[in-house]
């Protein structure tokens, strides 16, 4: 598979990064301005210095123009006061423009939300609107396009679906209840029974420790793509498996926990394991769900509590939603996470920790991120990686081998300033002597 037209937002080298650093030099000038104003208050003492004004019976011709010169040196038009002032005056603007900057950046993401809204509503309470805002256009692509295969169709249109996500907050405010999309998902997850989570031990292997972003990934796959285990007779029902990473005293540097997507697609008021459509809905809307129950449960009995040791959750698609959605609890609970790496996965509207790095890869042709129709923030702790990948199928587009395996591959040879912090700060889940496998299954309660 072909890797390409790698693209990087947020992170150490992002846009938000970068106003941050416009805000620090606004207080650093800031600084400089005061201590130069300082040191044009302590210059006007010597405009009355006892001995430069005993000196004026010796040469008053020679004092008068020391005191004119040091007059204008201090207070003239360039002096140092009003110098002070204009390092200050720039100080003062450097930090109104990061302000400035950022306002402008939230107001064009509810701008277009917003935008989506009331086309949403249009095209519900009058489909003749449809073609005002856009349709006719939609229209006129699939006419020229379409062959056929609505897949090859759609993934080559995947910006239809933040469209059609970010419009159905106003197609059902039609209806007489005016909603947004939190609120719609908020609805939507009530529909999806949830309980408690049973946690049980499964079985415990010692696997290669992870040795790069690629390396992670892979163990990512192994865990998405294991429905037997390794005697190839039973199946294998598990849910995630954690990694105990150890140096060569044997000590626990870090936790890595592997969550994989979607498992089950099952209708409203029903349920069907902890990797179901329902943790999916609920995770999206903010919810705890009974998969993020089962991944605190499962570190608490891999030690990780006690230990303090770092933890980095890697996801797909479902599992980059959970991992995400699950930083704050777990940090909340006494979990020390610094890091989470997700694949194709709809994390643009979930708040994480400042002090979490998260990692976000995105195939351009994947429909699955689109689905929250948010692009992700850029702050200096969220980095997002795009790349083309184009398989002409959802499934291909969407899968962690030879796709987001790929790309993480890519990453490990680049040198993006935004990666490379993220990779810099990997040292407790690579690289290790050895490693712990621990697998565990994941059910709701009353369900096994």
């Given amino acids: ?34 201590d130069t104003l300082k040191t044009a208050v302590a210059g006007h003492k010597f405009l009355v210095e ?32 009003a110098t002070s002032a204009g390092i200050g005056l720039r100080g003062e603007a450097l930090k109104a423009t990061r302000i400035a900057y950022e306002m402008a950046d939230e107001l064009a993401a509810k701008g277009l939300d917003a935008s989506r ?42 910006g239809m679906v933040d469209t ?62 294991s429905d037997k285990f390794e005697d190839k007779l039973s199946p294998d029902p598990a849910n995630l498996d954690v990694q105990i990473i150890r140096d060569a005293n044997g000590k626990v540097t870090g936790y890595v926990v592997d969550i994989p997507g979607t498992k089950e697609w099952n209708a ?20 705890n769900t009974v998969l993020q129950k089962g991944i605190e ?24 939603i959970v991992a995400a959605q699950a930083t704050t609890d777990l940090v909340s609970n006494g979990y020390n996470v610094t890091h989470v790496l997700t694949a194709g996965s709809p994390v643009g509207r979930i708040e994480v920790p400042g002090a979490v790095q998260v990692l976000s890869l995105e195939n351009r ?18 980095t997002t990686v795009e790349f083309d990948n184009q398989q002409n199928t959802v499934g291909g587009n969407h899968q962690i081998q030879e796709n987001y395996t790929d790309a993480a591959r890519e990453l490990d040879r680049g040198s993006d300033p935004s990666v490379q912090r993220y990779k810099d700060g990997l040292g407790a889940f690579i690289g290790g002597s050895s490693s712990e496998m621990r697998t565990y299954r994941v059910d709701r309660e009353g369900e096994k």
């Fill in 297 to 320: 449960e499962a570190l608490r009995r891999a030690g990780a509590q006690d230990t303090g040791a770092p933890v980095m959750l890697v996801g797909h698609s479902q599992g980059g």
């Fill in 268 to 287: 409203p008021f029903t349920t069907k394991g902890a990797n179901d459509l329902g943790t999916n809905v609920d995770a999206m809307a903010g919810n």
């Fill in 50 to 81: 006892p001995d430069v004004l005993a000196s004026s019976l010796l040469n008053p011709g020679g004092v008068v123009k020391f005191e004119a010169a040091m007059a204008v040196a201090l207070d003239g038009p360039n002096g140092l006061t």
């Fill in 365 to 382: 042709n994947d429909i699955v991120p689109h689905l929250d129709a948010s692009a992700n923030p850029d702050s200096p702790n969220r």
């Fill in 164 to 225: 059609l996500v970010g419009m159905s907050p106003g197609m059902l405010s039609a209806l007489g209840i005016p909603v947004d999309l939190a609120t719609n998902l908020d609805l939507l997850a009530a529909t999806y029974p949830d309980s408690d989570a049973v946690v049980t031990d499964s079985r415990t292997t010692n696997p290669d420790a992870p040795g790069n972003l690629g390396d992670l990934l892979d163990g990512l796959a192994r865990r998405n793509s």
């Fill in 1 to 34: 598979m072909t890797i390409s037209n790698i693209g990087v937002s947020g992170g150490a080298g992002g846009v938000t990064a970068k106003y941050d650093d416009l805000a620090a030099l606004g207080d650093l000038t800031g600084d400089v301005a005061g």
């Fill in 117 to 158: 809204w009331f086309a949403g509503l249009a095209v519900a309470t009058n489909p003749a609107a449809a073609a005002l805002l856009g349709g006719g256009a939609i229209a006129t692509d699939v006419y020229l396009n379409y062959d056929g295969d609505w897949q090859k169709w759609l993934v080559n249109h995947p």
